[in-house]
C-alpha cells in the first residue's frame, strides 16, 4: 500500500472536536505522556472523528459506531492531532479496544498529520467483544510538532462499534526488541531418542556446502560422525538448513551432544525410560485441571489448591448453574469435569475431543501390536481415585464423562437430550486467578448440535471401555448418547454463535458432518447396531480424505471415527476400505515428514501455523502410528517416533514444548493458576504440560507486540499473556498423552 494513501491530513477539517490543550502528568522520571485525555475524563476534548461516526464518551470510554460500506481503513477515524516526537527518541503506544461484533481489525497509527503523512509506526489488531490491552514500543524517526496517534476503523462492509479508553504514547521509554534466545545451532530431541529408532537433527547455518558432524558421549569421547546434509531453505522458519542423520548409533547413555559447524547441541539421552516418564506425567496433567475438587498436596506437590466453583464465596458455584439470559429457565448442577485451559471455562466440544483421546489411547493399548494396557493401570496417576483396582486412565476421564453427561438438557425441558455447548464466567477475568477466587457469575450457554455429537460419541466409546469395571456407569453412559444421538438427529443444525465469545472461548463449528459420523462410528462400535451401521457407510465423510494438512483437531473430528473404525474390532462391510484409508493418510504425512528439514508431518496451507499447532502436528503423528498399528511397517512407527524431537526441541527456536522436558522448556504458558511468571508465589505448569505452540495468526496483543512478521515457526513467545500461542489444554495434552504412550510403547 502506498504509504501516502494513508494520508491523515485531510480529515483534519473534519474535526468533530476543537482542540484543547489539557496538562498531563509525566507517568515516569524521564517518561512523558504525549497523548492529551486519552482517559476521555473530558468527554471527546482534544479528539476528533470523521464525520460519517457517531461518537462519544460511553461508561468512560470513546465509542464510535462505524458505518458498513467504505473503501478504506482511512474512511473512517478517530484521531488527536498535534504530537510532539523526537526522533531517535523510543515510545510505549498503548490502548485498550473493544470491537462489536469481533474480529474486526483498527489500524492503530502513529504518523504524520502534515505533509508527507508518514506513518511511523502501525499495527492493526484484530479486536475482540471483551476487550484487550494493546501496547507497542517503537523508535521516532524523525522530529515533528505535527505527529499525530489515529485509529483507523474503516473498510468494513457491516457497520460495528469500536470502543477506546487508556490511550496513551509515553516518550522516554527503554525500546524492546524482541529476540528469542534459539541457544546453540544444532537442533536436537532434548529428551531422548530411542535407542533403535530414528536419531535425526538439524543445524542452521549459513554453508551451502555439507559439513561434518560428531556424537560426543558425556565423557567428550567422540562416539559417531559423519556429514549433514544441506537442505536449503527451510519454509516453516526462513533458515537455511542442514539435517544430521545419526541413526546407526543406538547405544544406551545419558548427556550426549552432537557437534557441527563450530556448535554444540544441547544434551540429551539415547534410552526409552522418559517416554514412560512423559507418558505418566502428560495424563497426571488432567487431576489439577479438575474443577469441583480440592486438589491434594500428597498427590501433587506444589499444586495444591482449594476446589473451584463449589459455591464457596467468592465463587459463585457450578452446582446451580442458570442459563444466559432467554437461553433457558431452568438450573443445573454442571460440577466437576476439567478446567479447559488457562481460562475457567468448561466447553463440551472440547471436553469431547479430549475424552476421545485418551480413551483411545487407552483403547489402542488393548488392540495394538505394541500396546500395554498395564502403562494405564490402577496406581499410574496418583489421583484420589489410585487404589480402586480400576486404570487409572479410565478414573481420571470419568471425571470429564461424569461433567458431559450434567450438561445434557433434562427431559421435559426444550431441546430435551442436546447438550449445552459450554459453562463459562458471565465475563472474562484476569491472571492470576485461583479457580476458587474467580467470582464471576457462571452462565450456561445454549444447546447445540455439535456438543450433543461430542457427548453422544464421548459416552458412547466409554460404554464400551468401562463395561469391565462399572456396568452400571457403562449402561448410563450408553443410554445418555443414544438420547443424546436422537436429540441431535431432531436438531442437527443447531450452532454455537461464533460471536458468543465473552467470559470465555466461542468453540463454534458450522460443519457437523464429521461429528455425526463419529458419534454415528462409536456408536456402531459399541452396539454392533445396524442403524448406526448404515449411518456411517451412507455418510459422505465416509468415503471424503479427511488427512488433511492440519490434521485432526476439536473442530474436524472425522479421524476419530476412521481411526477407531480402523483399529477397534468390527464387522464394518468394507472395513479393509477404512484401513487402507488410513495408511494412505500416513503415505502423505510420511512424505511431508521426509520433505520437511525438522522431520516433522506439518506443512500447513500457504506455511500458516494453527492455533494449537503442536497438538496438531502430533495428532498428524497419531496417524502415523496408526498406520504402524494397521500394518507393521516399521516406516510409519519411525515417522511417529521422529514427530516427537520436533515437539521436545528439534525446532527452529530450539525449545521444547513440553514443561519440565529439556534443557529448555516452556514453562510460563498462559494459565489462571499456574502463573509464576505473575506471581512467584503459584508454581509454573506441572512438568508434562503441552503448550500450543506457534501461532501465525498471532491474536494476543503480546504475541503481535513482538512477533509481528514472524515466520511459522517463530510465532511463538513463552510469555503469560500470549494466549493464542502459549496456553495449555486439555485437548492439546490428550495428543501428547496419546503420542508419548505410543513412543513409549516402541522402547
Ligand atoms: O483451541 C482453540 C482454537 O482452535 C480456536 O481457534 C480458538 C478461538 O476460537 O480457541 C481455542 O480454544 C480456546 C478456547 O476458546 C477457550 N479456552 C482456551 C482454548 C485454547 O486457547
Known sequence: MNRRRTALLSLTGLLATALTALPTAPAGADEVEQVKNGTFDNGTDSWWTTSNLTAGVTDGRLCADVPGGTANRWDATIGQNDIALVAGESYRFSFTATGTPADHVVRAVVGLSAAPYDTYYEVSPQLSVSGNTYSYTFTAPADTAQGQVAFQIGGSAEPWRFCTDDVSLLGGVAPEPYEPDTGPRVRVNQVAYLPSGPKNATLVTDAAEKLRWRLENRDGRVVAHGWTVPRGTDVSSGQNVHSIDFGRYKKRGE?????????????????????????????????????????????????????????????????????????????LDVSGGWYDAGDHGKYVVNGGISVWELLSTYERALHARTGDPSAFRDGTL????????????????????????????????????????????????????????????????????????????????????????????????????????????????????????????????????????????????????????????????????????????????????????????????????VRRSVVEGADRYLATLKAHPYGIPYAPEDNKYDWGSTHQVLNNAVVLATAYDITGAAKYRDGAVQ?????????????????????????????????????????????????????????????????????????????????STNEITINWNAALTRVAAFVADQG
Not at 447445540?448 to 458412547?460: H, I, Q, R
Open 382 to 577: 496418583d489421583i484420589p481415585e489410585s487404589g480402586n483396582k480400576v486404570p487409572d486412565l479410565l478414573d481420571e476421564v470419568r471425571w470429564e464423562l461424569e461433567f458431559l453427561l450434567k450438561m445434557q438438557v433434562p427431559q421435559g425441558e426444550p431441546l430435551a437430550g442436546m447438550a449445552h455447548h459450554k459453562i463459562h464466567d458471565e465475563a472474562w477475568t484476569g491472571l492470576p486467578l485461583l479457580p476458587s477466587d474467580d467470582p464471576q457469575k457462571r452462565e450456561l450457554h445454549p444447546p447445540t448440535t455439535a456438543a450433543t455429537l461430542n457427548l453422544a460419541a464421548a459416552a458412547a466409546q466409554a460404554a464400551r471401555l468401562y463395561k469391565p469395571h462399572d456396568r452400571e456407569f457403562a449402561a448410563r453412559a450408553l443410554e445418555a448418547a443414544r438420547t443424546a444421538w436422537a436429540a441431535a438427529l431432531a436438531h442437527p443444525d443447531v450452532y454455537a454463535d461464533e460471536n458468543d465469545g465473552i467470559g470465555g472461548g466461542a468453540y463454534p463449528d458450522r460443519n457437523v458432518e464429521d461429528e455425526f459420523y463419529w458419534a454415528a462410528a462409536e456408536l456402531y462400535l459399541t452396539t454392533g447396531e445396524r442403524d448406526f451401521r448404515d449411518f456411517v457407510l451412507d455418510s459422505p465423510v465416509h468415503t471424503a480424505d479427511i488427512f488433511g494438512p492440519l490434521g485432526f483437531d476439536w473442530a474436524r473430528t472425522a479421524a476419530a471415527a476412521r481411526l477407531d473404525l480402523a483399529t477397534v474390532p468390527n464387522r464394518l462391510p468394507g472395513r479393509d476400505k
Open 643 to 723: 514427530t516427537m524431537d520436533y515437539v521436545l526441541g528439534r525446532n527452529a527456536l530450539n525449545i521444547s514444548y513440553v514443561t519440565g522436558y529439556g534443557e529448555a522448556a516452556a514453562h510460563n504458558q498462559h494459565s489462571r493458576w499456574y502463573a509464576r511468571q505473575l506471581d512467584p508465589a503459584l508454581p509454573q505448569p506441572p512438568d508434562g504440560s503441552l503448550s500450543g505452540g506457534p501461532n501465525s495468526s498471532i491474536q494476543d496483543p503480546v504475541a503481535q507486540a513482538k512477533l509481528q512478521g514472524c515466520v511459522a515457526q517463530f510465532c511463538y513467545i513463552d510469555d503469560i499473556q500470549s494466549w
Open 255 to 331: 548427556g550426549y551432544t552432537l557437534v557441527a559447524d563450530g556448535e554444540t547441541s544441547r544434551p540429551f539421552d539415547i534410552g526409552a525410560r522418559a517416554y514412560e516418564t512423559l507418558l505418566t506425567d502428560a495424563a497426571k496433567f488432567y487431576y489439577p485441571q479438575r474443577s469441583g475438587l480440592a486438589i491434594r498436596d500428597d498427590l501433587r506437590p506444589g499444586y495444591a489448591r482449594p476446589a473451584g466453583h463449589l459455591g464457596v464465596a467468592p465463587n459463585q458455584g457450578d452446582t446451580d448453574v442458570p442459563c444466559q439470559p432467554g437461553v433457558c429457565d431452568y438450573r
